[in-house]
């Protein structure tokens, strides 16, 4: 190997360099740690905004004691030329654990005719049982509603027997659905039959036309607000975004701190490995090497093994989120992943600030270092 590369030192003081190494790649599933758990939950939330993109859905104002959608509303939704199809709707929820509590999973009550149309519109499959007989108390859930709460074909949904549970009706699991939306459908003709839902809102779905869906939103937000309450994608979307930054500020400023700390050790770690190499830099500059020479190389391996320990810790992360995938996560219908923007974007400021750092105690160090000392040196 040639003595002056880079590589020349990593291989002979592979233990010296260790703790460096394994600092930096620990901080790195750390830090990402928080990413990823924020992003699952960001995700989750976001799921149920998705539903808003394929189908609208606009409900009677309950401040003014209104449980439906006025007629002459229901006619211009019926005639816009942004809006391809409206159907009615009473919608209600079920509990869902996440990895930052529980949260809502809504469940749809539409006609039997509209499945298909749904289903179409939001990419979902049936990949188990079959779809909620008209008529009847059955529902069809979402793959990853069924992971979360650890549902099986068949079971009955409760109240009775679930202190958690906010459904005011047993419901029994006759097919299991799976796709990009998180989408799980009921029997409109039974729920709206049924005397517990007497006085749940009856509102309509609004499937915009292909291309129009900007201006189908616009359309709905012009609608009389004492009258409705137009549920769209960009407007939850927006108030979703509104309140997950306060949490992402938190989360950043911690991390941001952690990422300072780590930085200063690590630029502590490679000053008193750069003092233990004062003999072979000065000897360098001593045989007529130029002290940019030298300096380019001392910075050379700094970044270089912050950068190898970054990578290292990213596959580290990621094997071990896998390994939790299979045995916990997955089951429940949740997946962690390192290998995404947000993720990575959280782990980033590692390699930055510590390459920073580093290159730092490097340089200040050898511009001022004299190689004469080093040969005088008696030690």
Excluded at 59 to 74: H, Y
Excluded at 111 to 117: D, F, G, H, L, S
Excluded at 226 to 255: C, G, H, K
């Amino acid at each position: 190997m040639n003595p002056l590369s880079v590589f020349t030192y990593y291989y002979r003081n592979i233990l010296k360099l260790a703790p460096v190494f394994l600092v930096l790649a620990l901080a790195v599933f750390g830090i990402s740690l928080t990413g990823v758990l924020t992003g699952s939950i960001s995700a989750s939330a976001v799921s149920k905004v998705e539903v808003y993109r394929g189908a609208a859905m606009i409900a009677p104002n309950s401040v003014e004691g209104k449980n439906a959608i006025d007629a002459n509303i229901r006619g211009d939704l019926a005639q816009n030329p942004n809006i391809a199809a409206t159907f009615p709707t009473i919608r209600f929820s079920t509990y869902m654990p996440t990895l930052a509590g529980q949260t809502s999973a809504h469940i749809y009550a539409v006609n039997a005719e509209v499945y298909p149309v749904l289903m179409r519109a939001f990419d979902l499959k049936l990949v188990e049982g079959h779809l909620p007989r008209v008529g009847t108390n059955q529902v069809a859930l979402h793959k990853s509603l069924m992971g979360a709460r650890n549902f099986k074909l068949g079971e009955v949904i409760d109240p009775e027997l679930d202190d958690q549970e906010f459904i005011p009706d047993k419901f029994e699991i006759v097919g299991i659905l799976d796709g990009p939306t998180q989408l799980s459908l009921a029997s409109l003709e039974y729920v709206s039959a049924a005397g517990v839902f007497r006085n749940w809102a009856r509102s309509v779905l609004a499937v915009p036309r292909a291309g129009a869906q900007d201006a189908a939103e616009r359309d709905l937000e012009g609608l009389d607000k004492a009258l409705v309450r137009p549920f769209t994608y960009s407007a939850e979307l927006r108030t979703f975004t509104q309140e997950f930054a306060s949490m992402d500020a938190i989360v950043w400023a911690i991390n941001s701190i952690v990422v300072l700390v780590l930085s200063l050790l690590a630029g502590l770690l490679n000053l008193i490995y750069f003092m233990d190499r004062m003999n072979e830099f000065g000897l360098l500059l001593a045989i007529g090497y130029p002290r940019s020479f030298v300096i380019r190389r001392a910075l050379l391996e700094s970044l270089l093994l912050t950068l190898i320990a970054w990578v290292f810790g990213i596959l580290f992360s990621q094997a071990i989120y896998g390994l939790l995938n299979m045995i916990i996560f997955e089951p429940r219908g949740v997946s962690l992943t390192v290998l995404n923007w947000r993720a990575l974007q959280f782990t980033l400021p590692i390699p930055i600030m510590v390459g920073f750092f580093a290159a730092g105690t490097v340089l200040w160090q050898l511009k001022s270092l004299d190689p004469m000392q080093m040969i005088e040196r008696r030690d």
